[in-house]
């Protein structure tokens, strides 16, 4: 029971370790110290929605390696061979699943009208309040990706 316990322990730090930030405020390594476009409009729409979740074997590679522990358990004899095998299968699928699932996160599509009359649209996490008629700033990288922040 104990190392069923450490392996979820070890399993749930793993998929949280997976979330990758959609932020319009946390930054990347590689975003630090580069300059970035500035642009400033308004907000014209915001439309709630989530982003997917992370899709990495970690989800069902700790789900199956739980389900085999698990399953270990519970079969005796020859039994026991196929009880490891079919907790791992089930575990695989259950951690995939269960890692999409803790990785979504809710998000806003943010359509922004820009001083200089361009309108943009930007999908991001939904961690800063929007609404239609706030200024805001946007900021674009060298890569295309643009970030929504309040003014």
């Given at each position: 029971m104990n190392t069923v316990l450490a392996a979820l322990a070890v399993s749930g730090l793993l998929m949280s370790g997976c979330a990758s930030s959609r932020s319009g405020t946390?930054?990347?390594?590689d975003e630090a110290l580069?300059?970035?476009?500035?642009?400033f409009g308004v907000i014209e729409t915001v439309k709630?929605?989530?982003?997917?979740?992370?899709?990495?074997p970690i989800g069902?590679?700790?789900?199956?390696?739980?389900?085999?522990?698990?399953?270990?358990?519970?079969?005796?004899?020859?039994g026991k061979d196929v009880?490891?095998?079919?907790?791992?299968?089930?575990?695989?699928?259950?951690?995939?699943?269960?890692?999409?699932?803790v990785?979504?996160?809710k998000a806003y599509s943010l359509t922004v009208k820009l001083d200089d009359g361009r309108i943009i649209t930007v999908v991001q996490s939904a961690d800063t309040a929007f609404?239609?008629?706030?200024?805001?700033?946007?900021?674009?990288?060298?890569?295309?990706?643009?970030?929504?922040?309040?003014e």
């Open positions: 946390t930054f990347s390594r580069r300059a970035q476009r500035t642009y709630e929605g989530k982003i997917e979740g992370t899709k990495s069902a590679i700790a789900g199956g390696v739980l389900g085999g522990v698990a399953g270990r358990t519970v079969g005796g004899g020859s009880a490891t095998v079919g907790g791992a299968l089930a575990g695989a699928a259950v951690g995939a699943i269960a890692e999409e699932a990785t979504r996160q609404v239609p008629g706030q200024r805001v700033r946007a900021l674009e990288t060298d890569a295309g990706r643009w970030r929504i922040q309040t």
